[in-house]
Each structure stands twice: as C-alpha cells, then as structure tokens.
C-alpha cells in the first residue's frame, strides 16, 4: 500500500501565494501520474493539475497561468506551486498519484489540506 501525506495548505490573502508538497511512501511499483485535485464546499471534487511520468501536465482552465506542478521522482513528490491566488480557490487540495500494479492502475488519495483565500 501507498501512503500519501500532504502539507502546505493554510490561509493567505488574495493574490498571494502557497506552495503544496505531498510525499508518496510505502509499497510504490511504477507511478505513471500525480495529480492535485480540489473540492470546494458544496462543489464536486476537480481536477486542478496533472503530471505524468513523461513530464506531460495539464491543468484546469481555471487554474492555467497561475499554478504550476512539479514533481520529483526521486523522492517521489508532487508539489503544486499556486500565485496569484483568487478567493474562488478555496478549496481542500487532495494529492493524487495513479501507480501501475502488474498492467491494472491502482488510485491512491492524500487525506486534503484546506486552502482558504480570504483578505
């Protein structure tokens, strides 16, 4: 099994910045993509940002030109760079990585750290 423990969330003002990490431990075979997902109150969870093993990402129109995702794949890291950041974005941040077992995909999900954007 995996284990993922994410960190960073907290309050900021609006326009101002946070940075996730989430740390992947455990049994981990070949992770082929890390992700960050966000659900607000009320709202279904989305995804904000992906990265696969390639280094391919795409992100959420909504979130395009303001965070960034980067991972390393040595200590198996996700990391969501968020700027510019709009009260809309309040949201918990849960932490995704998609591990290939023997061809199936296995889903793994953080527990979520709270972004709350409110001056």
């Known amino acids: 099994q995996m284990q993922l423990v994410e960190s960073g969330g907290g309050l900021v003002q609006p326009g101002g910045s946070l940075r996730l990490s989430c740390a992947a431990s455990?049994?981990?075979?070949?992770?082929?993509?890390m992700a960050w997902y966000r659900q607000a109150p009320g709202k279904e969870r989305e995804l904000a940002a992906i990265?696969?093993?390639?280094?391919?990402?795409t992100y959420a129109d909504s979130v395009k030109g303001r965070f960034t995702i980067s991972r390393d794949n040595a200590k198996n890291m996700v990391y969501l760079q968020m700027n510019s950041l709009k009260p809309e974005d309040t949201a918990v941040y849960y932490c995704?990585?998609?591990?290939?077992?023997?061809?199936?995909?296995?889903?793994?999900w953080g527990q979520g750290t709270q972004v709350t954007v409110s001056s």
């Open positions: 995704y990585v998609g591990d290939r077992v023997y061809g199936s995909i296995r889903n793994y």
């Open positions: 990265i696969y093993s390639g280094g391919t990402t």
């Open positions: 455990g049994r981990i075979f070949s992770i082929i993509s």
